[in-house]
Structures are given as structure tokens and as C-alpha cells.
């Protein structure tokens, strides 16, 4: 069985720039969760999706949002990137968003 | 504010002998607690979780030990082998309070395991 995928791996922006980031859960989850992870700390909660609904929101600003499709997989939106934004950006599916959470390999943006 | 704090950077084990990660917090109203392991360009794994109704879970190798008066919880692995070196994070939620089951993250340990 596949676990989750992110795509893409790695990604390079430029600064103003917009950028897209996508995630396909498990077969079965239909709860997602976004976390952002900067260098030298732990991940930081973004959105968690549930049914296709926004669920729960963290500390972000509003340049970042997120949906979830009718197949659960979802997209991470973040616009006018800043050099801040650099971080691994982890999703995580879940088959009701209450733990039991299984993690895919990120995807590493670098924004110059 | 770090509401969840791993002060030790790194740690470093002789093969066989005990691990310890310790992981302390200040919100009171956590309630579950959980250890992920993390290697390189590969996402966080759960390995082990606690409620805070509970002082001690095992699983194999691994026991997680939970003081709440002391807000503070232990990894314990025994015996530390290779494969365990990677980075420890221990998370933490509020489960009453959060109905997106938000997990509050430490910065982690990076555990070393020397053979």
C-alpha cells in the first residue's frame, strides 16, 4: 500500500512568487493535516481538513491556505513567498484527524 | 512561548545501554502525549503515545513515562541500537480543548547511537 505522497520533494521559489504544494493521503484517510517545519524546530500545525471541511487552523498568515478534494487529497497554497517561508512542509493523513497520524517525506521549499 | 520543550539538543548512547529523551511542558491542559523518530529526508514516525491518565505505556524497547505534577515525560529505549539514531520529537495535545487534535511539537533530540 502506498503511504502518503507529497509532491513535490523539493522546490525552489523566488521571493513574491506563489506556490503550491500537494499531498495524497492514505487509501481509506480522509483527514489531512499540514505542518511547517523550519530548521532546528519542531513541526508547526497549518490546517487540518476533515471530509473535505477545514477543521482546525494554526497561527499562519493569510497568504497560506488549503483545500481538500473530493478524493481527499489536498493542496497547500502559500502566496507572496517570503525568505521566512523556506521550511519543510509535512502532510499528514489520518482516517478521522484524531491521531493515528501516518506522515509523508515532505516537501523541502527553499525561497531565494 | 514553547509550550513544549526538548532541551537537549543531542544525545549520545553506547549501543546496548539505555536511552533517555526527556521532553518537558507547560500547558496544563494537555492531555495525550506522543514520540515520533524522524530520519533524514523522511517524515516524523509515531513510535509511542501516553494519556495523561496513565503514568507509563510499553511497547518492546520503548517506554514513555509521564509526570504531570512535574509536567514532564521520558523516553525510554533499552537496549539503544544503531537503527535508532535519528531525531526524537515529542508532541502533545490538548484533546478536550482541540477538536482539530492539534499536536504541539518540541524541537527534538537528535540521539546518537555510538557502537
Known amino acids: 500500500d502506498a503511504g502518503v505522497t507529497q509532491s513535490p520533494t523539493h522546490l525552489i521559489k523566488t521571493r513574491g512568487q506563489h506556490v503550491t504544494l500537494r499531498c495524497s493521503p492514505i487509501s481509506g484517510h480522509k483527514s489531512v493535516s499540514w505542518y511547517q517545519q523550519v530548521l532546528g524546530q519542531g513541526p508547526q500545525f497549518i490546517f487540518q481538513?476533515?471530509?473535505?471541511?477545514?477543521?482546525g487552523r494554526g497561527n499562519f498568515p493569510d497568504r497560506f491556505s488549503a483545500r481538500q478534494f473530493p478524493n481527499y487529497s489536498s493542496e497547500l497554497n502559500v502566496n507572496a513567498l517570503l525568505l521566512g517561508d523556506s521550511a519543510l512542509y509535512l502532510c499528514?493523513?489520518?482516517?478521522?484527524?484524531?491521531?493515528?497520524?501516518?506522515f509523508g517525506s515532505g516537501t523541502r521549499l527553499t525561497v531565494v | 512561548d514553547q509550550q513544549v520543550k526538548q532541551n537537549s539538543p543531542s544525545l549520545s548512547v553506547q549501543e546496548g545501554r539505555i536511552s533517555i529523551l526527556n521532553c518537558d511542558y507547560t500547558n496544563s491542559m494537555f492531555d495525550y502525549f506522543l514520540w515520533y523518530k524522524k530520519y533524514p529526508a523522511e517524515g516524523p514516525t509515531f513510535l509511542i503515545s501516553i494519556s495523561s491518565i496513565k503514568d507509563k505505556n510499553e511497547d518492546g524497547r520503548f517506554t514513555v513515562f509521564l509526570n504531570k505534577s512535574a509536567k514532564h515525560l521520558s523516553l525510554h529505549i533499552v537496549p539503544s541500537q544503531p537503527g535508532d539514531s535519528a531525531v526524537y520529537f515529542c508532541?502533545?495535545?490538548?484533546?478536550?480543548?482541540?477538536?482539530?487534535?492539534?499536536?504541539?511539537w518540541g524541537a527534538g533530540t537528535k540521539l546518537i547511537i555510538k557502537p
Open positions: 508532541a502533545a495535545s490538548a484533546r478536550l480543548l482541540d477538536s482539530n487534535y492539534q499536536l504541539i
Open positions: 499528514a493523513s489520518s482516517l478521522t484527524g484524531n491521531y493515528g497520524y501516518t
Open positions: 481538513y476533515y471530509e473535505k471541511e477545514e477543521r
